[in-house]
């Protein structure tokens, strides 16, 4: 299955390989086109999952590999943050952490550096998802990057997620945060450098 709104992304690639049979000169541009025409369908491709929702635990809202975890415990309150570094063989489509309605939904302007370098988090294009629910307060920061240009969120400020709802995409990939506060003590699942799964794979525990 094919990501939302993605099909204009590829079937551009797919017009030379009908105007071979206008003109045949088109053949040595139609081939390539199309080859790269099936990278992108493969690229923004959205496979079935199954979500088993689980009220104690928080999971990833993106697959990749974790980058880093930052994680504050104290007087039984935590707070977490653990970065999602997404490769370009990942899929790129960003689910809800956990059931929580969404409160604000901030989009900023920025550059296109890589996420490689250093202050990419404050400087790059990015979207700020801020969500709760009773018990816990959820940020999602999405990052573009230096190929990654566009950022499509398939969700409305006042709109309920259930838990490893799909929220949109990142074309091309990048980064993504998430921070959790809550009243209550986080247990953290993973370690840095582990690939995570959006939706399948349990970051935390709430305790």
């Not at 302007?109 to 009773?134: F, P, W």
């Not at 409305?156 to 993504?176: A, C, V």
Request: hydrophobic residues 45%.
């Amino acid at each position: 299955m094919l990501a939302k709104n993605s099909i204009k992304f590829i079937l551009p690639w797919f017009i030379p390989l009908l105007l071979v049979f206008f003109n045949e000169g088109w053949i040595f541009l139609a081939f390539p086109c199309a080859g790269f025409g099936l990278f992108m369908a493969w690229f923004f491709r959205d496979p079935n999952r199954k979500i088993i929702a689980d009220d104690t635990k928080i999971l990833a809202p993106a697959d990749g590999k974790i980058l880093k975890i930052i994680e504050n415990q104290e007087n039984g309150k935590s707070t977490i943050t653990i970065a999602i570094r997404m490769s370009p063989v990942d899929v790129h489509i960003i689910r809800s952490p956990s059931n929580f309605t969404i409160e604000t939904i901030t989009h900023t302007l920025g550059s296109h550096r890589s996420v490689y370098i250093a202050g990419a988090e404050e400087k790059n294009e990015r979207k700020l998802v801020a969500a709760k629910n009773e018990t816990e307060i959820y940020e999602i920061l999405l990052l573009t990057g230096a190929f990654a240009r566009r950022i499509d969120l398939w969700v409305d400020e006042g709109q309920t997620l259930p838990q490893g709802e799909k929220m949109g995409i990142i074309r091309f990939g990048s980064q993504t945060n998430l921070s959790v506060k809550s009243n209550r003590k986080l247990k953290v699942l993973v370690t840095e450098g582990a690939k995570v799964k959006a939706g399948l794979t349990s970051l935390a525990r709430i305790e």
